[in-house]
Protein backbone atom coordinates (compact mmCIF):
# COMPACT_ATOMS: atom_id res chain seq x y z
CA UNK A 1 0.00 0.00 0.00
CA UNK A 2 1.23 3.60 -0.67
CA UNK A 3 1.84 5.66 1.52
CA UNK A 4 -0.08 8.48 0.20
CA UNK A 5 -2.81 7.98 -1.83
CA UNK A 6 -4.67 10.00 -4.21
CA UNK A 7 -7.44 10.49 -6.54
CA UNK A 8 -6.51 8.68 -10.03
CA UNK A 9 -8.24 11.53 -12.27
CA UNK A 10 -7.56 13.32 -14.67
CA UNK A 11 -11.07 15.25 -13.80
CA UNK A 12 -12.07 17.08 -16.54
CA UNK A 13 -14.54 20.08 -15.45
CA UNK A 14 -16.22 23.28 -16.84
CA UNK A 15 -15.13 26.90 -15.74
CA UNK A 16 -17.16 27.56 -12.96
CA UNK A 17 -17.16 24.28 -11.35
CA UNK A 18 -16.07 23.02 -7.75
CA UNK A 19 -14.14 20.07 -7.74
CA UNK A 20 -13.10 18.13 -4.75
CA UNK A 21 -9.75 15.71 -4.42
CA UNK A 22 -9.44 13.55 -1.81
CA UNK A 23 -5.97 11.61 -0.08
CA UNK A 24 -5.45 9.07 2.34
CA UNK A 25 -2.43 8.38 4.11
CA UNK A 26 -1.20 5.12 6.33
CA UNK A 27 1.55 6.57 8.34
CA UNK A 28 -0.31 7.78 11.85
CA UNK A 29 2.63 9.33 12.44
CA UNK A 30 2.50 12.04 9.50
CA UNK A 31 3.05 15.65 11.62
CA UNK A 32 2.26 17.82 8.52
CA UNK A 33 0.42 18.02 5.61
CA UNK A 34 0.45 19.99 2.43
CA UNK A 35 -1.21 20.68 -0.64
CA UNK A 36 1.33 21.57 -3.46
CA UNK A 37 0.05 22.14 -7.16
CA UNK A 38 2.59 21.12 -10.31
CA UNK A 39 2.45 22.11 -14.03
CA UNK A 40 3.50 20.56 -16.83
CA UNK A 41 7.29 20.46 -16.53
CA UNK A 42 7.53 22.55 -13.87
CA UNK A 43 8.75 22.01 -10.20
CA UNK A 44 5.71 21.65 -7.11
CA UNK A 45 4.98 24.68 -5.91
CA UNK A 46 3.41 24.97 -2.22
CA UNK A 47 -0.61 25.71 -2.81
CA UNK A 48 -1.33 25.45 0.93
CA UNK A 49 -0.44 24.39 4.36
CA UNK A 50 -3.69 21.80 5.79
CA UNK A 51 -4.77 21.92 9.28
CA UNK A 52 -6.90 20.10 11.55
CA UNK A 53 -9.36 22.89 11.97
CA UNK A 54 -9.63 23.21 7.80
CA UNK A 55 -7.99 26.10 6.34
CA UNK A 56 -9.31 28.27 3.06
CA UNK A 57 -7.27 30.07 0.92
CA UNK A 58 -9.58 32.08 -1.63
CA UNK A 59 -10.85 29.72 -3.71
CA UNK A 60 -9.16 27.17 -2.09
CA UNK A 61 -9.93 24.93 1.15
CA UNK A 62 -8.07 22.08 2.38
CA UNK A 63 -9.25 19.93 5.42
CA UNK A 64 -7.62 17.44 7.55
CA UNK A 65 -8.86 14.64 9.30
CA UNK A 66 -6.60 12.87 11.73
CA UNK A 67 -9.01 10.07 12.96
CA UNK A 68 -9.86 8.91 9.11
CA UNK A 69 -6.09 9.81 8.13
CA UNK A 70 -7.71 11.68 5.33
CA UNK A 71 -7.16 15.15 3.48
CA UNK A 72 -9.01 17.22 1.17
CA UNK A 73 -8.88 20.15 -1.16
CA UNK A 74 -11.52 21.90 -2.40
CA UNK A 75 -11.33 24.16 -5.44
CA UNK A 76 -14.83 26.52 -6.06
CA UNK A 77 -15.21 28.49 -9.21
CA UNK A 78 -12.74 26.54 -11.26
CA UNK A 79 -10.96 28.98 -13.86
CA UNK A 80 -8.92 27.80 -16.49
CA UNK A 81 -5.25 28.32 -15.04
CA UNK A 82 -6.54 26.11 -12.16
CA UNK A 83 -5.55 22.91 -14.41
CA UNK A 84 -2.41 21.06 -13.30
CA UNK A 85 -1.27 18.17 -11.26
CA UNK A 86 -2.24 18.75 -7.46
CA UNK A 87 -0.39 16.86 -4.88
CA UNK A 88 -1.10 15.74 -1.14
CA UNK A 89 1.95 15.54 0.66
CA UNK A 90 2.44 13.90 4.65
CA UNK A 91 5.32 14.90 6.32
CA UNK A 92 6.78 12.22 8.74
CA UNK A 93 9.01 13.56 10.96
CA UNK A 94 9.41 10.46 12.98
CA UNK A 95 10.83 9.29 9.72
CA UNK A 96 12.58 12.28 8.56
CA UNK A 97 11.17 12.12 4.95
CA UNK A 98 7.95 14.06 2.86
CA UNK A 99 5.94 11.80 0.84
CA UNK A 100 4.21 12.92 -1.98
CA UNK A 101 1.07 11.66 -2.84
CA UNK A 102 1.14 10.44 -7.08
CA UNK A 103 -0.89 13.62 -7.77
CA UNK A 104 -4.15 14.24 -9.72
CA UNK A 105 -4.57 15.85 -12.74
CA UNK A 106 -7.13 18.49 -13.21
CA UNK A 107 -8.41 19.68 -16.45
CA UNK A 108 -10.43 23.14 -16.40
CA UNK A 109 -12.11 23.28 -20.01
CA UNK A 110 -13.86 26.86 -21.16
CA UNK B 1 16.85 35.46 -1.25
CA UNK B 2 17.89 32.98 -4.18
CA UNK B 3 15.37 30.11 -4.27
CA UNK B 4 16.68 26.50 -4.80
CA UNK B 5 18.91 26.63 -7.57
CA UNK B 6 19.24 23.28 -9.40
CA UNK B 7 22.60 22.88 -12.10
CA UNK B 8 22.35 22.34 -14.87
CA UNK B 9 18.86 22.72 -16.04
CA UNK B 10 18.86 19.75 -19.14
CA UNK B 11 21.82 16.50 -19.09
CA UNK B 12 22.08 14.14 -21.94
CA UNK B 13 24.75 11.65 -21.34
CA UNK B 14 25.29 8.63 -23.10
CA UNK B 15 24.98 5.62 -21.91
CA UNK B 16 27.81 4.28 -19.42
CA UNK B 17 28.71 7.68 -18.67
CA UNK B 18 28.36 9.14 -15.03
CA UNK B 19 25.99 12.17 -14.26
CA UNK B 20 26.41 15.18 -11.42
CA UNK B 21 23.11 16.87 -10.80
CA UNK B 22 23.72 20.08 -8.27
CA UNK B 23 21.55 21.28 -5.80
CA UNK B 24 21.98 24.56 -4.08
CA UNK B 25 19.28 24.90 -1.30
CA UNK B 26 17.53 28.35 -0.13
CA UNK B 27 19.61 30.63 1.95
CA UNK B 28 19.36 28.93 5.79
CA UNK B 29 18.01 25.85 4.57
CA UNK B 30 19.90 22.88 6.00
CA UNK B 31 17.60 20.04 5.16
CA UNK B 32 17.56 19.07 1.51
CA UNK B 33 15.34 16.35 0.12
CA UNK B 34 16.04 14.66 -3.95
CA UNK B 35 13.41 13.17 -5.54
CA UNK B 36 12.67 11.83 -9.34
CA UNK B 37 9.85 12.10 -11.72
CA UNK B 38 9.58 9.76 -14.80
CA UNK B 39 7.51 10.96 -17.49
CA UNK B 40 3.82 11.28 -16.36
CA UNK B 41 4.40 9.99 -13.60
CA UNK B 42 4.41 11.31 -9.24
CA UNK B 43 7.16 12.78 -7.49
CA UNK B 44 9.53 9.22 -5.81
CA UNK B 45 11.29 10.01 -2.63
CA UNK B 46 15.08 9.47 -3.27
CA UNK B 47 17.47 10.86 -0.16
CA UNK B 48 17.19 12.65 2.61
CA UNK B 49 20.44 14.81 3.29
CA UNK B 50 21.07 17.11 6.22
CA UNK B 51 25.11 18.96 5.80
CA UNK B 52 27.29 15.99 6.04
CA UNK B 53 25.15 13.35 6.65
CA UNK B 54 22.37 10.86 4.71
CA UNK B 55 19.61 10.93 7.09
CA UNK B 56 17.05 8.43 4.85
CA UNK B 57 18.70 7.21 1.98
CA UNK B 58 15.53 4.33 1.37
CA UNK B 59 14.45 5.69 -1.99
CA UNK B 60 17.97 5.41 -3.84
CA UNK B 61 18.50 2.41 -5.63
CA UNK B 62 20.98 0.29 -4.91
CA UNK B 63 23.57 0.41 -6.76
CA UNK B 64 24.83 3.07 -9.54
CA UNK B 65 23.31 5.84 -7.49
CA UNK B 66 24.46 8.26 -4.62
CA UNK B 67 24.24 11.61 -2.74
CA UNK B 68 25.92 14.12 -1.12
CA UNK B 69 25.65 17.10 1.04
CA UNK B 70 28.89 18.90 2.19
CA UNK B 71 30.00 21.34 4.51
CA UNK B 72 30.46 23.92 2.15
CA UNK B 73 29.20 23.70 -1.15
CA UNK B 74 25.81 22.09 -3.07
CA UNK B 75 24.54 18.97 -2.90
CA UNK B 76 25.24 16.77 -5.11
CA UNK B 77 22.99 13.45 -6.85
CA UNK B 78 25.62 11.14 -9.10
CA UNK B 79 24.36 8.49 -11.36
CA UNK B 80 27.34 6.52 -12.50
CA UNK B 81 27.30 4.19 -15.46
CA UNK B 82 23.75 5.55 -16.70
CA UNK B 83 20.90 3.60 -18.23
CA UNK B 84 18.30 5.12 -20.41
CA UNK B 85 15.83 4.09 -17.81
CA UNK B 86 17.44 6.56 -15.86
CA UNK B 87 16.07 9.67 -17.68
CA UNK B 88 13.74 11.83 -15.87
CA UNK B 89 13.14 15.11 -14.47
CA UNK B 90 15.31 14.92 -10.60
CA UNK B 91 14.10 17.46 -8.36
CA UNK B 92 15.32 18.58 -5.44
CA UNK B 93 14.01 20.54 -2.57
CA UNK B 94 15.47 22.14 0.44
CA UNK B 95 13.87 23.27 3.90
CA UNK B 96 14.52 24.85 7.29
CA UNK B 97 13.89 21.79 9.76
CA UNK B 98 11.92 18.71 9.25
CA UNK B 99 8.67 19.76 9.98
CA UNK B 100 8.33 22.49 7.19
CA UNK B 101 6.98 22.23 3.96
CA UNK B 102 9.85 21.91 1.01
CA UNK B 103 10.83 24.16 -1.69
CA UNK B 104 11.56 22.85 -4.78
CA UNK B 105 14.57 23.73 -7.42
CA UNK B 106 13.29 23.80 -11.29
CA UNK B 107 14.96 20.39 -11.61
CA UNK B 108 17.44 18.77 -13.74
CA UNK B 109 15.97 16.84 -16.68
CA UNK B 110 18.34 14.01 -17.45
CA UNK B 111 18.25 12.68 -20.79
CA UNK B 112 20.27 9.04 -21.40
CA UNK B 113 21.06 8.53 -25.86
Known amino acids: RKEVEQDPGPFNVPEGATVAFNCTYS??????FFWYRQDCRKEPKLLMSVYSSGNEDGRFTAQLNRASQYISLLIRDSKLSDSATYLCVALNTGGFKTIFGAGTRLFVKA | NAGVMQNPRHLVRRRGQEARLRCSPM?????VYWYRQLPEEGLKFMVY????????ESGMPKERFSAEFPKEGPSILRIQQVVRGDSAAYFC???????????FGQGTRLTVV
Open chain 2, 27 to 31: KGHSH
Open chain 1, 27 to 32: NSASQS
Open chain 2, 49 to 56: LQKENIID
Open chain 2, 93 to 103: ASSPSDSREAF
